[in-house]
């Protein structure tokens, strides 16, 4: 059950990736490719438990992950348009 878990949750994670590249445009490449290592990397950390799940305030770490990873994508691109 943990590892089907583990590999929706990542499955997941690639969600804002996909909005901003398909309704974004220009959106940066380097971005996506950034946002979705650094989510997964964070999620297999969580897993093993290399990283405490106390942060998580009892949700799922994918859930949390996502919160994270689209404020850091629309921060991105709050500071593209105004340039």
């Known amino acids: 059950f943990a590892m089907g878990?583990?590999?929706f949750s990542g499955l997941s994670l690639l969600f804002p990736t996909?909005?901003?590249a398909l309704y974004v445009k220009p959106f940066?490449?380097?971005v996506c490719i950034i946002s979705i290592l650094v989510s997964e990397v964070l999620?297999?950390?969580l897993y093993?438990?290399?990283i405490s799940d106390s942060w998580l305030l009892g949700f799922d770490a994918a859930i949390v992950l996502l919160g994270?990873?689209?404020l850091a994508m629309g921060f991105i691109l709050i500071m593209r348009?105004?340039?």
Request: aromatic share 4%; net charge positive; charged share 25%.
């Open 48 to 50: 093993n438990g290399w």
């Open 18 to 20: 996909v909005i901003m």
């Open 5 to 7: 878990k583990l590999a």
């Open 28 to 30: 940066p490449k380097l």
């Open 43 to 45: 999620l297999i950390a």
């Open 81 to 83: 348009r105004r340039d």
């Open 68 to 70: 994270i990873q689209g």
